[in-house]
Nanobody, 124 residues
Framework: QVHLIESGGGLAQPGGSLRDSCAAS????????MAWFRQAPGKEREFVAA????????YYSDSVKGRFTISRDNAKTTVYLQLSSLKPEDTAVYYC?????????????????WGQGTQVTVSS
């Protein structure tokens, strides 16, 4: 079992950038493929980005492709989501998730562990 701790988020203007981080409370995330999801008020949780366990492959939703980047550090202790060219519609609570499998998937039900969520607000 792994306990995920998120940090980052905050308030940004349209066109600005933020970075979210997700770390394990103990040990590393090297056993897990990782993903970020988000949930806006009144909407369902949606897939944002994912990275396989090795870090060699990444996946993005069409709505964030080219603007967001998911990565993990060499020691695989932390997973990042770089949010750039932010839009007001990116406003949501962002959750990191871990899956005990090499391959990542784009559905929330495929993930075993979840972080507490971090608020991202994009507004002028």
């Amino acid at each position: 079992q792994v306990h995920l701790i998120e940090s980052g988020g905050g308030l940004a203007q349209p066109g600005g950038s933020l970075r979210d981080s997700c770390a394990a409370s103990e040990g590393t995330l090297s056993r897990y493929s990782m993903a970020w999801f988000r949930q806006a008020p009144g909407k369902e949780r949606e897939f944002v980005a994912a990275i396989v366990r090795s870090g060699e492959r990444t996946y993005y939703s069409d709505s964030v492709k080219g603007r967001f980047t998911i990565s993990r550090d060499n020691a695989k202790t932390t997973v990042y989501l770089q949010l750039s060219s932010l839009k007001p519609e990116d406003t949501a609570v962002y959750y990191c998730a871990a899956r005990a499998n090499f391959w990542a998937v784009v559905v929330a039900s495929g993930y075993d562990y979840w972080g507490q969520g971090t608020q991202v607000t994009v507004s002028s």
